[in-house]
């Protein structure tokens, strides 16, 4: 088999998955389809050049194989597909000769497990670089070297920025979830903004989102020392959900949900205007629990639960007695999944929201029983502090009741 050069710039890198290392043959509308992808441009109908990637887009895996050839890429995309050592023998001997191709060949026999040694970056440059890069970058933080996977990293903004927006936007996206994850997130928020305005011409808007998502909780991270950063965590959640839907991105939708909510309600609520944020608040959590359950999701749920329930306390409406009722029995569902035992603290101020809620209905005498038993746990566990606050309630439970009879 005559081993001849690929077209460039390749796909390699742009989407996840096998997807992200598969090859596209020559052949008509090939290269217009590639120009375009690095560009981050999908094509509404692929050539058949492009048919192996097309399929694995789709997540066909079948499809794919089934459109393979005997050519040279079709020999690496059998690698990617079906990593084997007898499909890893075959790439290796058309690649012989090909250094961007053995580049590929070394990445995809190292992700599958086929190989321990990852790709190396000499004498390549374009995709094919980043990838060695972006393969040796993850290599490094396996081995706790996160100076030497920052250091790689940097090293393949350069030849991502020569291919085009769309690898430019992901090797910043990878920079940025590396900063953020070791302490830097002033810089990972600008690298954010730099990969979400490079996405912005183009067509690759789920990716776009999930970077303003992940913008998101960077900026709600550093509202711990920084509260400006709430309105601007709450602002990315929202440019996220433009493309994040229930029915396609359910865990995305509900993270972004929740967190909308977790910052409206930390934020004062000083002005009338704030109670209109504290509705959103409300809606937000109900879109989360339609997909947080407790059999699914038992933190996500139970803290958007709790958060939903206090909300509802305060929410201003019309209907407030049966904003609070609700609250009630969603406290009620939270306790049926907690337990004193293995969780005395947490079980405690659960049932203290619920006493207060049922304070607020005039229902003393249950709101009484919450706060006693809250108080016990609290007092077992040496939270004094909590103990004086319920102490506090019980006396004006006692007040109000001498005044009602």
């Known amino acids: 088999m005559t081993v001849r050069s690929v077209l460039r710039p390749q796909p390699i890198g742009l989407f996840d998955g096998p997807a992200g290392l598969l090859l596209v043959t020559e052949g008509d509308g090939a290269s217009e389809v590639l120009d375009g992808l690095a560009q981050g441009r999908l094509p509404a109908n ?15 895996v079948d499809g794919a194989v089934a459109s393979l050839g005997d050519d040279v890429e079709s020999v690496i995309n059998r690698l990617v597909l079906q990593p084997t050592i007898d499909h890893l023998t075959a790439a290796r001997e058309v690649t012989e000769a090909d250094r961007a191709l053995r580049t590929l060949v070394d990445a995809a026999a190292y992700a599958s497990g086929l190989s321990d040694e990852p790709p190396v970056s000499d004498g ?5 670089a980043v990838l060695a890069l972006t393969v040796r970058a993850a290599r490094a933080l396996e081995f706790k070297d996160s100076r030497g996977a ?9 030849f991502a920025a020569s291919v085009g927006p769309a690898l430019h936007a992901r090797v910043l996206a990878m920079l940025a979830e590396h900063q953020q994850q070791h302490g830097g997130g002033e810089s990972a928020l600008e690298l954010y903004d730099e990969a979400i305005n490079l996405l912005q011409p183009t067509d690759l808007a789920e990716f776009r989102a999930g970077l303003h998502l992940q913008r998101g909780l960077v900026a709600h991270q550093l509202a711990d020392v920084q509260r400006h950063r709430l309105l601007e965590a709450i602002r990315s959640y929202q440019s996220a959900l433009i493309v994040l839907t229930e029915q396609d991105h359910s865990e995305q939708f509900a993270l972004a949900n929740m967190n ?3 910052a409206i309600l930390s934020m004062p609520m000083t002005q009338a205007s704030d109670q209109v944020r504290l509705g959103v608040a409300v809606q937000s959590l109900r879109a989360a629990l339609r997909v947080y359950r407790p059999d699914t999701h038992p933190y996500e749920w139970s803290s958007s639960q709790m958060n939903l329930a206090n909300a509802l306390q305060y929410l201003p409406s019309k209907h407030r007695q049966d904003n609070i009722e609700e609250a009630v029995e969603l406290y009620e569902e939270v306790l049926a999944f907690r337990s004193p035992r293995s ?13 207060n809620a049922l304070a607020h209905l005039a229902i003393f005498e249950h709101a009484a029983a919450k706060y ?3 108080r016990g746990l609290f007092a077992s566990n040496g939270d004094t502090e909590a103990v004086e606050v319920i102490d506090r309630q019980l006396q004006q439970i006692d007040e109000q009741r001498s005044v009602a009879e």
């Open 46 to 60: 692929w050539p058949s050049a492009a048919g192996v990637l097309a399929a694995a887009v789709r997540d066909d």
């Open 124 to 128: 390549v440059d374009g995709e094919f």
């Open 150 to 158: 920052l250091r790689t990293l940097r090293d393949a903004v350069p």
């Open 260 to 262: 909308i909510a977790i």
């Open 343 to 355: 969780d005395p603290l947490g079980y405690a101020r659960v049932l203290a929201n619920q006493a």
């Open 372 to 374: 006693t038993e809250a």
